[in-house]
C-alpha cells in the first residue's frame, strides 16, 4: 500500500517538477516569476488570463513557442522554435496549474 501511494505521489509532484526544470533550462524564469512580473507577465496573472478558456493550454503553448508582442505591454516575447511541441505543452500546463 504504501508503495502505491509513494508512486502515486511521485507521478503527481513529477510534471510540475519537470516543468519547473523546463522553465529554467530554457531561460524562462529570466523574464517571468510564478507571483511578480519581471519583464514579462507572472505566471499566476497568464494563468487568470486563460482561465475558463477551453483551449487554453494549447493556446498558451501556441503563444510560447510562436512569441509575440502587445498580449502584456511592449516588450516583445521572443519565439522559442527550438522547443519541442511536448515541452510547449508541458510549460503551459504548469503555468495554467500555478507553476508550481
Known amino acids: ?6 508512486a502515486a505521489a511521485l507521478a503527481v509532484a513529477s510534471p510540475a517538477f ?3 526544470e523546463l522553465a529554467q533550462k530554457n531561460a524562462c524564469l529570466a523574464c517571468h516569476a510564478t507571483e511578480k512580473k519581471l519583464v514579462g507577465p507572472a505566471y ?3 494563468a487568470r488570463k486563460y ?3 477551453k483551449d487554453a493550454e494549447s493556446a498558451l503553448a501556441r503563444s ?7 498580449k502584456w505591454g ?3 516575447m521572443p519565439a522559442q522554435p527550438g522547443l519541442t511541441d511536448a515541452d510547449a505543452q508541458a510549460l503551459a ?3 495554467l496549474q500555478g507553476a508550481k
Open 1 to 6: 500500500m504504501r508503495i502505491v501511494l509513494l
Open 18 to 20: 519537470a516543468s519547473k
Open 44 to 46: 499566476l496573472e497568464v
Open 51 to 53: 482561465a475558463g478558456q
Open 64 to 70: 510560447i513557442k510562436a512569441g509575440g508582442a502587445g
Open 74 to 76: 511592449p516588450v516583445p
Open 93 to 95: 500546463a504548469w503555468i
